[in-house]
């Protein structure tokens, strides 16, 4: 069992930049393939990062590659989304999620969620 718990969103300018964290409990959190999606309203809940257990393997969705950049500290379980050059397409509520074995872009594959945390770029 593991626990998340997401922060650091919030209402940014187009052209800024936030940075998520999920934060998660247990010891066994460097086992987990971790990953970050996001829903806006009346959308389905995409896809928009994940990264394996060590940290080595990262893949993201083509609409923020170049601009989001996921990363992970075992030490402190914590997941983290650096999110820059923010566009208002962007605005969504972001969940982490985990999932034991090998990184995923599927949202089924993925076993724990996050409550989520609003992220809203004005334009």
């Known amino acids: 069992q593991v626990q998340l718990v997401e922060s650091g969103g919030g209402l940014v300018q187009a052209g800024g930049s936030l940075r998520l964290s999920c934060a998660a409990s247990g010891r066994t959190f460097s086992t987990f393939a971790m990953g970050w999606f996001r829903q806006a309203p009346g959308k389905e809940r995409d896809f928009v990062a994940t990264?394996?257990?060590?940290?080595?393997?990262?893949n993201y969705a083509d609409s923020v590659k170049g601009r989001f950049t996921i990363s992970r500290d075992n030490n402190e379980n914590t997941v983290y989304l650096q999110m820059n050059s923010l566009k208002p397409e962007d605005t969504a509520v972001y969940y982490c999620?985990?999932?034991?074995?090998?990184?995923?872009?599927?949202?089924?594959?993925?076993?724990?969620w996050g409550q989520g945390t609003q992220v809203t770029v004005s334009s």
């Open positions: 999620a985990a999932r034991h074995n090998f990184a995923s872009s599927r949202s089924y594959d993925y076993n724990y």
């Open positions: 990264i394996n257990s060590s940290g080595g393997f990262t």
